[in-house]
């Protein structure tokens, strides 16, 4: 089993930056693909993942250019760093871990769920 805890999130100026943290204790680390998610009023929307090794990305077409993934396996952290914040990126943003590799966009396909993190953007 998996726990995930996220922080990083607040209220922000449209244009600024954030990086969300995502910390991971209990079974390997490294042995999860790792995902954001973000969950707006009546709209839950995958982000971005990265795979276990970090090698590989993948991102959602509406976030590329502006969020990065990124993971440090020997401090079991997953990062999303979020540029030029726009106020629709006001949501509260989710990680989660797949331990299939899965870099996908089916939040189904995720085995373990942080509780969320609130990120606030205003205009």
């Known amino acids: 089993q998996v726990q995930l805890v996220e922080s990083g999130g607040g209220l922000v100026q449209a244009g600024g930056s954030l990086r969300l943290s995502c910390a991971a204790s209990?079974?390997?680390?490294?042995?999860?693909?790792m995902g954001w998610f973000r969950q707006a009023p009546l709209k839950r929307e995958f982000v971005a993942a990265i795979s276990r090794s970090g090698s590989s990305t993948n991102y959602a077409d509406s976030v590329k250019g502006r969020f990065t993934i990124s993971r440090d396996n020997a401090k079991n952290t997953v990062y999303l760093l979020i540029d030029s914040l726009k106020p629709e990126d006001t949501a509260v943003y989710y990680c989660?871990?797949?331990?299939?590799?899965?870099?996908?966009?089916?939040?189904?396909?995720?085995?373990?769920w942080g509780q969320g993190t609130q990120v606030t953007v205003s205009s």
């Open positions: 989660a871990a797949a331990a299939s590799d899965y870099l996908g966009s089916y939040y189904y396909n995720y085995d373990y």
């Open positions: 209990g079974r390997s680390f490294s042995s999860y693909a």
